[in-house]
Antibody, heavy 113, light 112 residues
Framework: QVQVVQSGAEVKKPGASVKVSCKAS????????IHWVRQAPGQRLEWMGW????????RYSQRFQGRVTITRDTSASTAYMELSSLRSEDTAVYYC??????WGQGTLVTVSS | DIVMTQTPLSSPVTLGQPASISCSSS???????????LSWLQQRPGQPPRLLIY???KRFSGVPDRFSGSGAGTDFTLKISRVEAEDVGVYYC?????????FGQGTKVEIK
């Protein structure tokens, strides 16, 4: 069936980077965009950015510009989201989603000294 | 950025009764291609979001027909005709007409 499966929970120190993966299966990976959305504890969903899985074009929210990088590996049907210069406010569940139709299970990233 | 505002923030509902959630946007969500990219998502406790409705009123695959969406321009509504126990959760409207995509603050639907 169509699904996207994310990598496991991460604990990082302030200033570090984290890279979360999102492996797609059950469909042609390059036919759909992958978005990244995060949800801090008790907060609304927040869109971070998007990658065209076919040509690799990306678009990021200004809030994360310069800190977030979204890439993909078409041979592995996998998208990646890397967030750098982590701070405590980045503690959140990070989701990848195929055009908001199919969602990953979420990856908890905890930033703590 | 387009600001999405939902009302109410909490909606206690009796099983079998209807529920309605409103969402307004700070600017029109009509895209230059003529479509309006307003979606509704459901997030059950401890689960990722799930797409219910896209482009104002189109039900996504597998979504029960008790869920319906309506609206135009800047004002939109999600209705649940008869609330069931499995409908408990937080509902978000989302616009994808313009980057960055933005979400409402969420409406918690709970059973009275």
């Amino acid at each position: 069936q169509v699904q996207v499966v994310q990598s496991g929970a991460e604990v990082k120190k302030p200033g570090a980077s984290v890279k979360v993966s999102c492996k797609a299966s059950g469909y042609t990976f390059t036919s759909y965009a992958i978005h990244w959305v995060r949800q801090a504890p008790g907060q609304r969903l927040e869109w971070m950015g998007w990658i065209n899985a076919d040509n690799g074009n990306t678009r990021y929210s200004q809030r994360f510009q310069g800190r977030v990088t979204i890439t993909r590996d078409t041979s592995a049907s996998t998208a990646y989201m890397e967030l750098s210069s982590l701070r405590s406010e980045d503690t959140a569940v990070y989701y990848c989603t195929r055009e908001c139709q199919v969602w990953g299970q979420g990856t908890l990233v905890t930033v703590s000294s | 950025d387009i600001v999405m505002t939902q009302t109410p923030l909490s909606s206690p509902v009796t099983l079998g009764q209807p529920a309605s959630i409103s969402c307004s946007s700070s600017q029109s969500l009509v895209h230059s291609d003529g479509n309006t990219y307003l979606s509704w998502l459901q997030q059950r406790p401890g689960q990722p979001p799930r797409l219910l409705i896209y482009r104002i009123s189109k039900r996504f695959s597998g979504v029960p027909d008790r869920f319906s969406g309506s609206g135009a321009g800047t004002d939109f509504t999600l209705k649940i005709s008869r609330v069931e126990a499995e409908d408990v959760g937080v509902y978000y409207c989302m616009q994808s007409t313009q980057f960055p995509h933005t979400f409402g603050q969420g409406t918690k639907v709970e059973i009275k």
